[in-house]
């Protein structure tokens, strides 16, 4: 599928475990085969800030985008960005899943505390469309208006969470401006807070891209465009 893309799309998906489960010994087998072996990424380094571990590939270019995987032992995140197209990210993310898996191989799903995808879209200040032009989103000025003066509902921020009765998956959309006037920042993501259990690790984790996708999917076509000038 092709998302709306100005160039500035990002993609992330995280493992949290419950403890840290990654050691010195895998982490420098995971280097040696992600480095040396397939180059999939370009160094290792260490976050000064966080001490995380930091996979990394690309500048951040049209012609270099941004690929990482970071890990503090007890994660893994992955994320590429900007001028990743979503199939792209799709085929990235799963080789980065079953390079994982097949490190953690004997890790139980059981030790996996969550599993979270979040996709950023970022629309330019001439691609905005003006929340009084969304028809869809009258019912909800309309409600605003009872209580706020109407030039005041110009611009704003939006963040919304919505879950099942037991929060075990959770759905949150944002919708905020950005420093550079005029642009806004549509983020969605997928968050599964108990992975079910009785599954391998692998399949877990798939499991939730292949799901996260889907709702992701349902968003792009019946949310996102509303927001965007034709």
């Known amino acids: 599928m092709k998302l709306i893309d100005f160039g500035g799309n990002t ?14 010994g895998e982490l420098r087998d995971l280097a040696m085969q992600l480095i040396v072996d397939k180059a999939v990424f370009e160094a290792v380094q260490e976050d000064e800030d966080t001490g995380d571990t930091i996979f990394a590939r690309g500048t951040g270019t049209r012609e270099a985008p941004i690929y990482q995987l970071r890990t503090d032992y007890a994660s893994v995140v992955l994320w590429t960005g900007w001028f990743v197209s979503y199939e792209d990210w799709q085929q990235w993310r799963t080789a980065r899943l079953k390079d994982v898996a097949a490190l953690l191989h004997s890790v139980p799903i059981d030790f996996v505390k969550r599993l979270s995808s979040q996709y950023a879209f970022l629309i330019p200040p001439d691609k905005v469309r003006a929340g009084k032009e969304v028809a869809d989103l009258e019912p909800v000025r ?3 208006k009872r209580f706020v003066p109407e030039p005041l509902l110009a611009r704003g921020n939006t963040f919304v969470q919505l879950s099942d009765d037991e ?16 642009q806004e920042l549509v983020r969605y993501a997928v ?11 692998q399949a877990g984790i798939l499991g939730h891209a292949a799901r ?3 709702l992701l999917e349902h968003f792009h076509e019946h949310f996102l465009p509303l927001l965007i000038k034709s």
């Open 11 to 24: 993609y992330q998906y995280r493992i949290d475990f419950k403890l840290e489960t990654l050691s010195t």
């Open 142 to 144: 309309a409600l605003y």
């Open 167 to 182: 929060g075990k998956e959770t759905v949150e959309v944002s919708v905020s401006g950005t420093p550079v006037p005029g």
């Open 191 to 201: 968050q599964l807070n108990t992975p079910e259990v009785g599954q391998s690790f």
């Open 212 to 214: 996260s996708d889907g």
